[in-house]
């Protein structure tokens, strides 16, 4: 093992840091986003059965999982805010934004970044309702459907159910980009299962922008960007 600033982490790859291992996933607004390796526990996204992630019950155990990171040394400093989007599949933002330091990724985000994210054993639970009540039914017929949340597969596929079913609890964190962080040293851990061979290249290119002199603030470029870069 080898300690790095979280900054210089290859996305995709996972990093040990608090007691708990994380996968990075995207240098955002000078923060590190990135996504707990596994499934921490399973709870309802709302005893209730509402696809709110404001009043949802799953949000105590947010709270939970970041008191319990404290414990192992994390703080407010070191875990920044987690602005989720609560818009609706339709459009509709209703439910407009949450802040939690140990949040949940929205469906948007899990498209962006599901090529580096493993799978899980279970299914997993994202921030993004299905519906919202949408007063006057003006965007969607189906205002009755609250009760629906998104989900993603253990196969990596995603799909809305019922907001009172038990599912994987998965939180997102934006660390402090230099924060120091464990990762495993060069040739001791295999490339993941599947993997492209174009994004085999993106993680070569990372991981020789890691070992660069770079000044703080600076931060390699996205997958996406890296592929248009490579295309023009």
Known sequence: MKQIQVRK????????VFGDKFVALDYINGKVL???????KNAPFDTSGVNDLRTASITGHLVQYFEDLCKNGASEDTIAMNTMDLKATDGSREY????????LLTLEQ??????????????WCLATPWRTPNPGGLRSPYTDYTDRVWYVFSD????????DNTYGVRPALYFASDLLVSIED????????????LYQEYREYIKEWSGLETV???????FEDWKNDRED
Do not use: H
Request: aromatic fraction near 14%; charged fraction near 30%; avoid cysteine.
């Open 34 to 40: 990135a996504i707990r390796k596994e499934i921490w």
């Open 110 to 123: 899990y498209g962006k970044y599901q090529d580096i994210i493993p799978l899980a054993d279970d299914w």
């Open 156 to 163: 990596g596929r995603y799909y809305n159910d019922n907001a």
């Open 216 to 222: 703080m603030g600076e931060s390699p470029l996205t």
């Open 96 to 103: 407009g934004t949450f802040d939690m330091r140990a949040g």
């Open 186 to 197: 060069e040739g001791e851990e295999d490339a993941t299962d599947g993997e492209t061979a």
């Open 9 to 16: 982490v290859p996305y995709g790859e996972t990093f040990s």
